[in-house]
């Protein structure tokens, strides 16, 4: 061992180096513990790449304890997270950051509101429904989400009375006229 674990202090190679050119003297066998400085280990985490801010040390680097901030999923705020919990356990994706603020854009239906907590298409809210110089915008943005099994696809049953009068449409709330009947009817005329 010719330095310190972070690398940044020299260890005299024999008992008869020259001192004053060596941050610690020679070890006195190589099952002496390794001599550690007062500097800042700066070893890049494996994980995230953030430099070790601890002080020299033997073994692997502690979970990084870097500060970060990060939107959350809808992006109405933001949180202060450590580094180490903000990524998923041994990989380099990201946790999701989420809050508690319901959703108040419409569902495909037209009728109903999301209100699901921290929606990633809330934002759409702010556009919808305003008329003027937005109103390319909203026409644009109208849709996304919509689709089967999008976030904002409505869950609930339309329930209208379907053409033939004896059926109700079983379908997820949509806009515009329900599909026509395709139930057979065995009844006599």
Known sequence: MTHCPCGKSSIAPSP???????????????????????????????????PCRILCHTGPCP????????????????????????????????????????CMALRACGRHECRRPCCPLASLASIGGKKGKKRGLEERVSGIGE??????ECDLVCRKMLSCGNHRCEERDHKGACPP????????V
């Open 16 to 50: 008869n180096s020259d001192l004053a050119n060596y941050t610690f003297p020679a070890r006195a066998s190589c099952t002496s513990p390794i001599p550690t400085c007062n500097n800042v280990c700066d070893k890049p985490h494996v994980q995230c790449g953030h």
């Open 63 to 102: 979970p990084c304890s870097v500060e970060l901030t990060r939107p959350c999923r809808c992006g109405f705020s933001t949180k202060s997270i450590l580094c180490c919990e903000l990524l998923k356990e041994g990989t380099a994706e990201e946790v999701e950051i989420l809050c508690n603020r319901p």
């Open 147 to 152: 689709e089967r099994g999008g976030w904002h």
């Open 181 to 188: 009947c395709l139930r057979s009817s065995f009844e006599e």
